[in-house]
């Protein structure tokens, strides 16, 4: 009857936020509006991905970014859909991008009292060769709402004051995860509909893997404790003698996403190469750590908690270990072990 049921109770994203709302007393609806329209983008994107390679939209823009990346076109097309569809809502203040160098500032009539911060297209690196990429979107409530007075501090803060944070993969489906601090929900887009069906009512991360995902290219840069952890789940020790898996997409959307929904750990250290790591705190660690404390995972720099780092600028850089807690916890005591 499960399938009887999906066809029968609509529960679409849309309806779903709402029973969020419901859920948060003396709501207004603005929240909702405004998550709607973070659905509205990511079916934008969703489309223009699915058709890039037939409407000559792969390869390079010709441009680069603040990040020192070469843009695709996509980061470009997706940035765009965002930052309209983000405006229209008329509930944002300030809008954090990937592709952008500086905050964008909402003016009236379309200013509200929300930040968004997102990364339109993540693996982008991917996307001309067809594997899995995404958007992901982190929410905080300005400080003063309503004030009309926005500004950084309402930006640089602590992921635990988010209010709402998710991702959408564009992958063999479309697929929404998304938490306003209620656990987390997954969506499929159903492209006869056009619309996010519910798939995965309360996504639960199991609490240990046998997978895990890290760029062993970068192996020779790693710090002690990330080795040794990387040995030992090569040598099957947290496993009864069985090594684990190595899963690595190069797109984190896809890695988190096979993570929340089959275990594990991903790793993204800090290296040599990259002393503070090289995933976007604002934009790509904090709403996954978000997302995975809400399924019932965990998050980690290797030191501390990745939603208690208090971002020193809007592009700044944090290292990550995320995933099943007892993988998580490991590494913790190696980092002060080793
Ligand atoms: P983006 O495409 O938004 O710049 O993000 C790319 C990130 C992330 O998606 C992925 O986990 C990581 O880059 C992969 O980095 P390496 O290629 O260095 O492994
Ligand atoms: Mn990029
Ligand atoms: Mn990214
Ligand atoms: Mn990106």
Not at 38 to 51: P, Q, Y
Not at 258 to 279: E, Q
């Amino acid at each position: 009857e499960a399938v009887a049921a999906a066809e029968t109770d609509p529960l679409t994203l849309s309806a779903w936020i709402l029973t969020q709302q419901h859920k948060s007393p003396g709501a207004r609806g603005r929240l909702t509006v405004l998550l709607n329209a973070i659905g509205v983008g990511c079916k934008f994107v969703s489309s223009a991905v699915r058709r890039a390679g037939l409407a000559g939209m792969m390869g390079m823009a010709g441009s680069s970014n603040v990040q020192g990346e070469d843009q695709k076109k996509l980061d470009l097309v997706a940035n765009e859909v965002f930052k309209n569809s983000l405006r229209r809502s008329g509930q944002c203040c300030i809008l954090i991008t990937e592709e952008e160098d500086e905050p964008i500032f909402i003016e009236e009539p379309f200013r509200g009292d929300y930040i968004v911060v997102f990364d339109p297209l993540d693996g982008s690196s991917n996307i001309d060769c067809g594997v899995s990429v995404g958007t992901i979107f982190g929410i905080y409530k300005a400080k003063n709402p309503g004030s009309g007075k926005y500004s950084l501090d309402d930006v640089l803060r602590p992921g635990t004051e988010m209010v709402a944070a998710g991702y959408c993969m564009y992958g063999s489906m479309s697929y929404m995860m998304i938490t306003t601090g209620r656990g987390v929900a997954g969506f499929t887009l159903d492209p006869t509909l056009g619309e996010f069906v519910i798939t995965h009512p309360n996504v639960q991360i199991p609490t240990k893997g046998n997978i895990y995902s890290i760029n062993e290219g970068n192996a020779a840069n790693w710090d002690p404790a990330t080795k040794k952890y990387v040995e030992e789940c090569k040598a099957g020790t947290y496993n009864k003698g069985k090594p684990y898996s190595l899963r690595y997409v190069g797109s984190m959307v896809a890695d988190v996403h096979r993570t929340l929904l089959y275990g594990g750990i991903f790793c993204y250290p800090a290296d040599k190469k990259s002393p503070k790591g090289k995933l976007r705190v604002l934009y790509e660690v904090f709403p996954m750590a978000f997302l995975v404390e809400q399924a019932g995972g965990k998050s980690t720099t290797g030191t501390s908690r990745s939603l208690e780092i208090v971002p020193d600028s809007i592009h700044g850089r944090a290292p990550i270990y995320l995933g099943s807690k007892e993988e998580v916890e490991l590494i913790e005591k190696l980092k002060k072990e080793c």
